[in-house]
Structure formats: C-alpha cells, structure tokens
C-alpha cells in the first residue's frame, strides 16, 4: 500500500531526480536501450521539448520524487502529431506497489483531454510489469521486433502495444 500520492506538472528543478531515476535504468536494466548516463543538460534539454501538449508528471510521496511520467511526441513527422509515446519510470523502491498504475491513469486521462488518437508504448520484451501494466489500460499487442537492440551483451526484442482513444 502506497502512503498518499500527489501528482504535478514537473518543472525544469525535478530534472536532476528524473535524470537520477532515469540513470539508475540505464546502468542497471533494459527498460531503457540507452547505455550511456545522462547529463542533466540532456535532460534539461528533454523537458524543455515538451509543451503543454505533452506534459510530463512527477509522483510526489511526503516531499520526494517517487517517479515522473511523460507523453512525448512519438515520431516528428507532422501527420503522426495526435500520436504520443508514454514513458514511466519509478525510483527502484517503489517498484511494484501500484505507482505505475497512478501514472498511467493519469497520462491516459490527460492524452483523452488533449484530443491525442494513439497512445504507443515501446517496451523491451523481458520488462513483464510493464507489459501487463499497459495491457490493464487496454493497450494491445502491435509488433514484436526481433533482436533489435543490444545491452549488457545481450540482443533483446521490443514489444510495441498501442492504446487507440476513441
């Protein structure tokens, strides 16, 4: 059971935490397919590409960051601009107590206000959770590419699901 969550708009002073999150998946799981650490300029650099359109979230539990979640673009060409990507990433503490599921709740609700069509979730294909996390949501299994990536010396497969908002 989680203590009381409270979820805000995050601004450009949550980056430093966002990128320690973000950097802890990077060099120590392939829910992300970067393998270099980020600088807190790229992540800067990140935010400051998003726009009302795509909001990013943080989960604040008692003052501290317990997770940030965003839509972004999902490809910049201009007929994909009512599609967006969902990204969740939570402190590895709290993992598997139902954070995600606030999140994502919210990101499908504000996705729906922002007249977005599609909602599309890249997710690497041993990352179950998060898998049957957006399944919950009603998102569906679109495509399953083969050996695409390769991290910690291993090829993996990335899964796509999408969530169509009608």
Known sequence: MLPEIRLRDATVSDCQ??????????????CTYT?????????????????PSHPVIIADIDGQVAGWASLSRFRERSAYR?????????RPDMRGRGLGTV?????VARARDLKH??????????QTASIKLHAK????HVAHLREVGFKFNTWLDV????????
Do not use: C, P
């Open 17 to 30: 935490m966002m990128s320690d999150i973000y950097n802890h998946y990077v060099l120590h799981d392939t």
């Open 35 to 51: 393998e270099v650490a980020e600088t807190l300029a790229e992540r800067i650099d990140w935010f400051q590409a998003h726009g």
């Open 82 to 90: 009512f599609s967006v990507e969902d990204s969740v990433y939570l």
């Open 103 to 107: 999140m994502l709740t919210n990101l």
């Open 117 to 126: 069509r599609a909602i599309i979730a890249g997710i690497s294909a041993e």
């Open 137 to 140: 949501f009603g998102f569906v």
């Open 159 to 166: 899964i796509y699901m999408e969530l169509l908002l009608k």
